[in-house]
Structure formats: C-alpha cells, structure tokens
C-alpha cells in the first residue's frame, strides 16, 4: 500500500507557492481532511505557504470549523481564485483588507478551466461573463487592489466578443472519493455530487503536479468494478484515509443515501408554504413555469418555487442543479448543490457544457439588488463578498431568467388578507438602486441575446420590454406611489396596461395552476 500516507506525509508534499485545485461544493465533496492538516502544518511550521487555490464552489458553513475557512491564515494565502464565496468569511475578510489577490471567476467556468488546464489549452474561450464585472472592461473580475494579474481577456473571433479565462499549471489536486483500492482507483458511491474532481485530477496530473485523495476507506485492488470508477489510480500520488468527522456527505449530515442516488424517499408530505411575502412572490414565479422546461432554481428565494408547485399538484419539474444533479429535489443551506433523489448525477464541466450552450428552458434566481437599467448584483456588498457562483452561467445563457426577492430588505413586514397585500413595515434598505456595486447580470446583454426577463417581488412585477426596466404589475391594496415608486430610487418605465397581480396569490386556498 505505497500510496496509503499518513496526513502528514501528505501535506509535505505540497510546495511552498504551489497553485491547489481543490474539490468540494459548499457542504459536500471536499476533501476536508486536506484543509485540516494544511492549517495544522502552517501555525505550526509555517508551510506549505503563499499557495493560489482554485475552487469552484467556496467550501463551508459559514464558520471557522469546516471548508476553505481553515485556510483562511495571512501568509498561508497568496492568491484565491474562486467562484462562490458566501460562506467562507475568513477568505473575504483577507480579500477585503487587500492580504491576498482575490478573483472571482463564474464557478461553472471555473470547472471547465480544470478540464482545459489538463488538456494543455491556451485557457478557456467563453461568452460567460461579457458585460458583467468579469470583463476585463469592467473590473476584469479583480476582488481588491492588490489583484495586478489579468486573467480574463477580451478576444474578438470571427468578428464576435468571447472571453478567454486563461489557463495555468497546476501543481496540487485536493479532492476525494469514497472508496479507493491499494493503487488509487477510487469510487464515489457514497458521495452527493462527482463534481469537478476528475478534471481536478487531470490539471494536475497533466502539469507536472501531484493528486492526493481522500477517502473513507482503501480496499483491496480488483475488488472495485471499474464501471465505478471515477478517479483512476494512474493520477493519485498519494491517499490518506480520513477521520469520519472529515468525510461528512454533507455538512447538514453524515451520510444521507437518498443524496448519492442509493435509495428513493417519500418526498411527497412537503408542508406548505405560510402565506407571506415569501410564498406570494414563489406563487407568482410558478405561475412563469413551463412544465416542458428543463429548470434550475437558485439558492434563497427561488428554492420556494418547487414547494409552491407541489402544492399546486403541478407535474413533476425537470430540476437541475449547478453540481452535477438532475431530477430530485434541490437540498438547501449546507447540502445546497445535492439533490434527494436525483435521477442522475453527472460531472459538473458537463453540467456547465450544457448550461453554456443554453439548455436550460427556464431560470429563476435571486433577487439581491437591481439597478435603474434592470442590471442585477448578488456578488458583492462592500466587505461582504458572496462571489457570481453559478449565476453567470445560468443567467447569461437560458431564455427565460426570472429573478425573486423581495422589494426592500431589513425588517420588511407584510400581512396577506383579505387578498389583498398590506405593508406593516418598510425594510431599510431599498434594493431598487440607482446603479447597483457590482454587475452580476447584464441587461445590455440581456437585450442582445433577446432573453425574456422578469423581476418578481412581493408588492410589483417589473420586465425587461426592449432592453427597458418596466413595471407591469402592482399588488392589490398597494400604493403605485407610496409603496412602489417612493421605495425606489428611480423611477422605471410603466406599462401604459398597467395591472393588478393575479388575486388568486393573496388567498390561503391553493391557486388551482393545474387547471390552468
């Protein structure tokens, strides 16, 4: 068992400088073991050192005990390249005090940069990000001052923009797998998402780097079916097998079977949605469902939508997720990215190959913060850094984008009766902006593609007519004045056939969207 090595002998391999790839997808798939013993080693012998990690999704729980946050040391960091960032606040805080570079590149773009690092390609050629703060016209996708480097490059081909996210050696793989035999072969039975690993894998391998894996257990060679294999033992340097507490499915749970597609659960006893504003805006986004559609439904608000359908009885969804998931039902917080009974769970690149090249029908996402020209930002609020994630991907790509949340934030309260919509309390902050901090969508871009695009909040329905932010429609017993233009600080275009939100939203009985 040459490759089985102590966790120790493992972080001694890494050297001090080197470029990290490393696995994992907020609470799943991340080689957490790895991120331990990387701290471990730094405060105590101060290496490895100056590392630039490259992740697709940022790994964590929003606290210092798991994920990417155990690396979040001044010195351990030289550079962080990194799709999602929401839930590592150890990383932000260094970005945002200008400790270390910081890139924020679309996570889906991320991956598929894996796939073309191991292919020895220039880098990766892309739409994916034009007019939005990735373009290096922008802000080039640079988190802070001390981010110098371009790595993202405007090219015109063929008399068309793309962007070029530039490849670069990469001397170290993180990842994990369940089980592996004595030679490095591993499986993945157990775990939620495959994601990005073996691409990961190759990077590395093809740089002249080192993969180490993680995994439960090492068994004996010729007792894996090698149609399960996901990680072939050609690519693995080293495996280091991992205490239980670091190999956790997810950070919601230890090991949930319904996730890695081993058995199907009841799924169908869903409570329904109180009637707040949550369920009125997830009722008039089901509303904007195509059941031919293939659909993603992003984190935070949108995930309301497929509770709302199933208490409309509506047929089931054919939902996607970022990681990997298809069919099922999307998990939310930590097991975000999983699915409980999915109906296949394939390779992120390949998700995104498919989310690029426009397969999704549908899109409906959050609503963080919306500009006078129906630009939207969920990535950046001054020192808090949430980081594009997949929203990139999905948003510049699918026909269809619908964006959920509500009309301001921070102490909003509403009342729904009567079927009527009543303001108790206005929120302190107004997220109909005059220009929004960062651009996370374009609607330049929007207008070019032809993407039909709706805003859909609590109290007002706003879309995108000819590259024009326009209100449509108004809740009933809301103020046009009062309640919509006076919280704004803007004025939009209003629909000369301006009208009042279906009534059918403000009632306690089920809408009846089957009979529609």
């Given at each position: 068992?040459?490759?089985v090595?102590?966790?120790?002998?493992?972080?001694?391999?890494i050297?001090?400088?080197?470029?990290?790839?490393?696995g994992?997808?907020i609470?799943?798939?991340?080689?957490?073991?790895f991120?331990?013993?990387?701290?471990?080693?730094?405060?105590?012998?101060g290496?490895?050192?100056?590392?630039?990690?490259?992740?697709?999704?940022?790994?964590?729980?929003?606290t210092?005990?798991?994920?990417?946050?155990?690396?979040?040391?001044?010195?351990l960091?030289?550079?962080?390249i990194?799709?999602?960032w929401g839930?590592?606040?150890?990383?932000?805080k260094l970005v945002?005090?200008?400790?270390?570079?910081?890139y924020?590149?679309?996570?889906?773009?991320i991956?598929?940069?894996f796939?073309?690092?191991?292919g020895h390609?220039?880098?990766t050629?892309?739409?994916?990000?034009l007019?939005?703060?990735?373009?290096p016209?922008?802000?080039?996708?640079?988190?802070?001052?001390?981010?110098?480097?371009d790595?993202v490059?405007l090219?015109?081909l063929?008399?068309?923009?793309?962007?070029?996210?530039k490849?670069?050696?990469?001397n170290?793989?993180?990842?994990?797998?369940?089980?592996?035999?004595e030679?490095?072969?591993?499986?993945?039975?157990k775990?939620?998402?495959?994601l990005?690993?073996?691409?990961?894998a190759?990077a590395?391998k093809n740089?002249?780097?080192?993969v180490?894996?993680?995994?439960e257990k090492?068994?004996a060679n010729?007792?894996?079916d090698?149609?399960k294999?996901?990680?072939?033992?050609?690519?693995?340097?080293?495996?280091?097998?991992?205490?239980p507490?670091?190999?956790?499915?997810?950070?919601a749970?230890?090991?949930n079977?319904?996730l890695s597609?081993?058995?199907?659960?009841?799924?169908?006893?869903i409570p329904?949605?109180?009637l707040?504003?949550?369920?009125?805006?997830?009722r008039?986004?089901?509303m904007?469902?195509?059941?031919?559609?293939i659909?993603?439904?992003?984190?935070?608000m949108?995930?309301?939508i497929a509770?709302?359908?199933?208490?409309?009885?509506l047929?089931g969804l054919?939902?996607?997720?970022?990681?990997?998931g298809?069919g099922?039902?999307?998990?939310a917080?930590?097991?975000f990215g999983?699915?409980?009974?999915?109906d296949?769970?394939?390779d992120q690149?390949?998700q995104?190959d498919?989310?690029?090249g426009g397969?999704?029908?549908?899109?409906?996402l959050g609503l963080?913060?919306?500009?006078r020209?129906?630009n939207?930002?969920?990535?950046?609020?001054?020192?808090?850094i949430?980081?594009?994630?997949?929203?990139?991907?999905?948003?510049q790509t699918?026909p269809?984008?619908v964006y959920?949340?509500?009309f301001?934030a921070?102490g909003?309260?509403v009342?729904?009766?009567?079927?009527k919509?009543?303001?108790?309390q206005?929120?302190?902050?107004?997220?109909?902006?005059q220009?929004?901090?960062?651009i996370?969508f374009?609607a330049?871009y929007a207008?070019?593609t032809g993407?039909?695009?709706?805003?859909?909040?609590?109290?007002?329905?706003?879309?995108l007519i000819d590259?024009?932010?326009?209100l449509?429609?108004?809740?009933?017993?809301?103020?046009l004045?009062?309640?919509v233009?006076?919280?704004?600080e803007?004025k939009?275009?209003?629909?000369?056939n301006?009208k009042?939100?279906d009534?059918r939203?403000f009632?306690?009985?089920?809408?009846?969207?089957?009979n529609?």
């Open positions: 068992m040459g490759k090595i102590s966790l120790e002998q493992a972080v001694a391999m050297p001090d400088g080197a470029a990290v790839g490393i994992g997808f609470g799943c798939g991340h080689p957490q073991e991120s331990v013993g990387i701290e471990e080693s730094f405060l105590k012998t290496h490895p050192n100056n590392l630039t990690i490259m992740f697709s999704a940022g790994i964590g729980d929003g210092d005990k798991l994920g990417l946050n155990k690396l979040g040391h001044e010195g960091l030289k550079r962080i990194g799709g999602h839930l590592i606040h150890k990383l932000q945002f005090e200008n400790k270390v570079e910081g924020n590149l679309p996570l889906g773009t991956s598929l940069m796939r073309d690092i191991a390609r220039p880098g050629f892309t739409k994916i990000g007019k939005t703060f990735v373009d016209r922008i802000e080039g996708a640079k988190m802070n001052e001390r981010s110098k480097e790595l490059e090219v015109n063929h008399g068309e923009e793309w962007l070029l996210y490849s670069f050696p990469l170290v793989a993180l990842i994990r797998a369940t089980y592996c035999d030679d490095g072969n591993a499986t993945m039975e775990e939620a998402a495959t990005d690993s073996l691409s990961i190759q590395a740089s002249g780097g080192i180490l894996l993680q995994v090492v068994v010729g007792t894996l090698p149609r294999v996901k990680i072939p033992g050609i690519y693995v340097d080293g495996i280091v097998v991992s205490r507490e670091n190999h956790m499915q997810t950070y749970e230890q090991y079977p319904a597609g081993e058995v199907k659960v009841p799924v169908d006893s329904p949605m109180p707040n504003e949550r369920k009125v805006i997830c008039r986004a089901t904007e469902l195509d059941p031919s559609a659909i993603n439904l992003g984190i935070g949108p995930e309301g509770n709302v359908a199933n208490e409309e009885g047929p054919k939902l996607t997720v970022e990681a990997g298809i099922g039902v999307p998990n917080g930590t097991a999983t699915c409980t009974n999915p296949a769970i394939i690149p390949y995104f498919f989310y690029d397969g999704l029908g549908e899109a409906f963080a913060e919306c500009d020209f129906g939207i930002n969920v990535s950046r609020f001054g020192p808090k949430a980081g594009c994630g997949g929203f990139i991907n999905i948003t699918s269809v984008v959920c949340g509500t301001t921070g909003l309260k009342e729904v009766k009567d079927g919509l009543n303001i108790l206005e929120g302190r902050v107004k997220k109909f902006k220009d929004v901090e960062q996370t374009s330049e207008k070019e993407q039909k695009v709706l805003y859909i909040t609590e109290r007002a329905v706003f879309e590259g024009v932010l326009t449509t429609e108004i809740a009933p017993g809301v103020d004045e009062k309640d233009l006076g919280q704004m803007f939009p275009a209003i629909a000369e301006l009042t939100m009534e939203i009632v306690p009985e089920v809408m009846g969207l089957l529609n």
